[in-house]
């Protein structure tokens, strides 16, 4: 009876482990410094390798997020990526950064959605309103108001977005379970995709007027990325 009682514990605690194993994958090597071109190069976890003899310090190196980004634009908000495509050396490695600039007051990174990472977040300066909404059928909103040193979690795959409240400029650093998180900004993706989805479609998915729809359709989707 005892061993049976440890068969289903190490059964129930092998699944648990597989189920919060929803990261990328761990490596199998030290490194895997992503190469563009298949000369010497090995395929592995979607990017080719570099022969490790031949990576260098600047392959896992990346100046310049002390550098505030651009946010005059519809949005008053700029992403600035530290992900494997800045960074070769993070290639199978399953994490990247970002710092985000918002304008004051106003200032929005627009609900999105990471297909590959969950993000944790931590405000440098400003104050911002965060959230997240949960799966359905509950779709339970979270948020906080977050001040300079406050972490926020936003876990992989649920809808979020980060509102500047305060009156100045804020900036936030983000890291990203996945070397390549992927980003999905709702309204990008719903009302600007090439080519638009049919409208009498979205109309009745968003409960709106066939010409609310249309008009939504023809406007530019910034994207803050
Ligand atoms: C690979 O190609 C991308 C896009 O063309 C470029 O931005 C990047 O710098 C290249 N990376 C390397 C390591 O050559
Ligand atoms: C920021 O972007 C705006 C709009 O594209 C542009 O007019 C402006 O020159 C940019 N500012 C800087 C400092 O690059």
């Not at 049976?4 to 990261?23: I, M, R």
């Not at 900004?185 to 066939?210: C, E, M, R, W, Y």
Request: proline share 8%; with cysteine; charged share 10%.
């Amino acid at each position: 009876m005892k061993g049976v009682g440890f068969l289903v514990a190490l059964v129930l605690w092998t699944l648990a482990s597989k189920l919060a194993s929803a990261s990328d994958p761990s490596p199998l090597q030290d490194f895997c410094v992503a190469v563009n071109d298949t000369k010497d190069g090995v395929f592995v976890n979607g990017k080719l390798c570099k022969d490790p003899k031949l990576a260098v310090p600047e392959d896992f190196f990346l100046p310049g997020l002390n550098i505030p980004g651009n946010t005059s634009n519809q949005v008053g908000s700029m992403v600035t990526q530290a992900n494997v495509q800045q960074i070769p050396g993070l290639n199978t490695l399953g994490i990247s950064l970002v710092r985000i600039d918002y304008a004051p007051y106003g200032g929005l990174n627009p609900p999105h959605t990471h297909p590959r990472a969950t993000e944790i977040l931590v405000v440098a300066q400003g104050t911002l309103y965060v959230g997240f909404v949960t799966s359905n059928p509950e779709n339970r909103l979270f948020t906080k108001v977050l001040y300079p040193g406050d972490v926020f979690v936003f876990p992989v795959g649920l809808i979020h977005f980060q509102f500047n409240i305060g009156h100045t400029n804020a900036v936030a650093f983000a890291a990203l379970s996945s070397q390549n998180p992927g980003v999905i900004t709702v309204a990008n993706a719903v009302f600007g995709s090439h080519p638009p989805i049919n409208p009498d479609l979205l109309s009745k998915a968003f409960q709106l007027d066939n010409n609310i729809v249309k008009q939504l359709q023809s406007r530019f989707w910034w994207d803050n990325n």
